[in-house]
DNA sequence: CCTCTTGTG
DNA sequence: AGATGCACAAGAGGC
């Protein structure tokens, strides 16, 4: 109970949100933190007097460890099959609510053949989940109580579908991505073994794996006890000693502006899901399937014989060693290399490697998206809830999961038609606002590059003032192959460009590109000053840094090893543009979770694609949300930051996603 | 389980 | 001399 004694001994209780402090992290603290579980010592509560007796010391302990457990791995649609909470080092309860009775357990393991790890013969007295909830509700959504749990925005998302607002919250995972983004994983597992120094009990210890796995609620309550409360103590743990590292580190702000806000506004987006048109993903996945046959039987007459078409290996020894086909190059392997580049130029010598390309493009349609995303609908909405993760990348980006639905096509006619099977609900719209050209005009402020930021104050096209200003080529009846290469190299510099990159981009010679980039950098040398001073910066200290602070380590950057530092040198190049991009949309999010309700719409927040979100609103509200989600996104960045280009969104609203861009 | 390939920003 | 644009997730083949 130290954290009771050390907002008892301070002179601030715990009040509002970030007001929270652990007890400072020198001398005993530390010691009890990274002391071994003890899962012997964790109490199962299965009577409300005793649930009522934990929760009256949570209340006066001001932060609690909590850990829930349901029914699926998915969180929409699940039900709550535990709860675990800590206050201190060993000292967890685990509340069971939903576990399964013998009888029924019997027969699940049963038609699971086997059983998972000795199961109790009966899961014991439990408190009926609507007499827990009730009792539990006064502390889940207490503002002067913490509550902490690793991956929060899980608990958060089952705690809203049985109507409790979980908050105000702190995540360990969270708190580690703004310290250590770029350097680590930050997955449970990892941040126990690195700050904790003792591994956790898998969860397969209580589910089993493989075939034999079984669900949640049909394990044994002293198993499922040893689990869960140690993820709440495990979690509590890591928070008091990594929360007193954001202020050392003057990271506070930038974990309290762009990750806490996250997992409610994730979770509610998740649990919106956005239909699919089922038929529609059926009907294309036909037509995919059988051009698919068409091109295979023709690959095979030009192969001379059948082959496995999907199989590159197969495909390498027909085109390079039977056809005896020239310009073959070999993977890191050893294998042919036959990817798309590869077949392209072969197409120019033999008709076979254009029939694999078409081939590749629709089953890779077929298999990714129209087979996989009937697959995804959720039977109990109908529609499909993508997962997302917060930190996951080294930018700040978010990345979304089973399914992702930040890769969906849009570039060729054939992906496209995979947009127009997301579907508004019926009197609804989809709107999608994006943001325009954001890197690159982050570029512009932070490089301070006169000529672009004046090209953006314009509104003129990025990419022909460029072209302009580089070849010096009036932009009026600009042909379009001199804008595709100012293209290419913006895009390039992006990314931290070399000669031997751009000319594979724009199929040209080395030597080209190389002076197309001199000549990029001698009319915007503010861009080269930056790009050395940002190689500077990271090579001084490890990491670089948003314009809002947010702090990226960028592994490599200080290696010995020429090429593990140049890749470095360019990830610390791409980072401070990308994770800027990554913060702003995080911002506008957040805001936007806010403002749709007191603007009095009823429009819903669905995805976020880096640059872009999507909403659903009725039709009549469609106009009102375009304009509004114009206004929050184009003033995310303020006040923490004062960009000196306009940010510009464009916002369109259709009956498809496709229809909406 | 790793490699290759390809979809997105 | 040799490798050489950033950030991801997912499916399929093959060991």
């Keep these: 109970m130290e954290i009771v004694a050390a907002y008892a001994a301070g002179a601030a209780a715990p009040s509002a949100l970030g007001d929270h402090s652990p007890a400072p992290s020198n001398g005993p603290v530390v010691d009890e933190v990274e002391t071994a579980f003890q899962r012997e010592a964790y109490k199962i509560v299965r009577d409300l007097p005793a649930l009522e007796t934990y929760i009256a010391r949570a209340m006066a302990a001001g932060a609690v460890g909590i850990d829930t457990e349901a029914d699926g791995i998915n969180a929409v649609g699940a039900s709550i ?48 989940l609507n007499a827990a909830l009730p009792a539990l509700k006064p502390l889940l959504e207490a503002q002067g109580v913490l509550k902490i749990g690793m991956n929060i925005k899980w608990d958060v998302a089952l705690f809203a579908q049985h109507g409790i607002a979980l908050g105000p919250i702190d995540d360990p995972m969270l708190i580690s991505y ?128 059948e082959f496995n078409i999907g199989s590159p290996k197969q495909l390498g020894e027909i085109l ?11 993977t890191k392997t050893g294998a042919w290399s036959t990817d798309a580049s590869i077949l392209e130029t072969l197409a120019e010598e033999h008709n076979l490697p254009a029939k694999v390309l078409e081939w590749r493009q629709l089953s890779k349609l077929r298999s990714t998206y129209t087979e996989a995303l009937g697959q995804a609908i959720n039977p109990k909405t109908g529609r499909v809830h993508t997962s997302y993760a917060l930190a996951s990348t080294t930018t700040g980006r978010l990345s979304s999961n089973d399914p992702n639905l930040q890769n969906i096509p849009i570039r060729t006619e054939e992906g496209r038609r995979i947009r127009e099977a997301f579907i508004a609900e019926k009197g609804n719209l989809l709107v999608s606002a994006d943001y325009s050209q954001i890197e690159l005009r982050l570029l512009a402020h ?18 022909a003032r460029t072209a ?13 192959e001199i804008r595709n290469n100012a293209k290419a190299i913006n895009f390039g510099i992006i990314y931290g460009i070399s000669a031997f990159g751009l000319a594979r981009n724009l199929g040209i010679e080395r030597e080209e590109a190389g002076a197309y980039i001199k000549k ?31 702090r990226i380590w960028v592994k490599g950057v200080q290696s010995k090893n020429a090429q593990e530092r140049q890749f470095g040198e360019r990830q610390a ?44 609103a009725p039709a009549a509200e469609a106009e009102a949300l375009c304009a509004l989600a114009r ?20 916002a369109k609203a259709g009956a498809t996603w496709g229809a909406a861009h």
């Design 320 to 330: 390079f060693d039977e056809l005896k086909l020239q310009g073959g190059s070999k």
């Design 520 to 550: 990029y950098f001698e009319r915007f040398p503010g861009i080269r000053d930056y790009m050395e001073a940002t190689k500077t910066f990271a090579r001084a200290n490890g990491y670089v840094k948003t314009i809002f602070g947010r």
């Design 573 to 616: 190049i791409n980072a401070p543009l990308q994770g800027a991009a990554a913060d702003i949309i995080r911002r506008a999010m957040v805001r936007m979770a806010e403002a749709l309700p007191a603007s009095g719409l009823s429009a819903r927040m669905l995805l976020q694609v880096h640059d872009e979100l999507v909403f659903e």
């Design 446 to 463: 932070v490089a301070d590059i006169p000529q672009l930021k004046q090209a953006f104050a314009d509104g003129v096209d990025i990419h």
């Design 178 to 305: 703004a310290l250590y983004g770029g350097l680590d994983a930050h997955d449970k597992t990892s941040l126990v073994e690195k700050h904790l120094g003792h591994g956790l009990t898998p969860l397969a210890d209580v589910v089993g794996k493989g075939k034999a796995q079984i669900g949640f609620e049909l394990a044994a309550p002293e198993r499922a006890a040893a689990y869960s409360a140690e993820q709440a103590d495990a979690g509590l743990r890591l928070w008091r000693k990594l929360k007193p590292a954001l202020a050392q580190e003057k990271l506070r702000t930038v974990y309290e502006t762009l990750e806490r806000p996250m997992p409610a506004v994730l979770a509610a987006m998740e649990r919106e899901g956005i239909r699919i048109d089922p038929l529609m993903l059926s009907q294309l996945s036909g037509d995919f399937a059988q051009r698919m046959a068409q091109y295979e039987s023709e690959a095979y007459g030009l192969a001379g014989r």
């Design 468 to 480: 302009s200003e580089m070849f010096g080529v009036p932009v009026e009846g600009m042909p379009k």
């Design 81 to 128: 099959v535990g709860i675990a909470l800590s206050l201190g080092a060993n000292d967890a309860i685990y509340i069971p609510l939903g576990h399964a009775s013998a009888d029924t357990r019997a027969g699940e393991l049963f038609a699971a053949e086997q059983p998972p790890a000795e199961a109790a013969p009966d899961a014991g007295p439990q408190i009926p």
């Design 631 to 650: 206004r929050v996104m184009e003033a995310a960045p303020l006040p923490a930051a004062s960009l000196s280009v306009p940010l510009t969104v464009e």
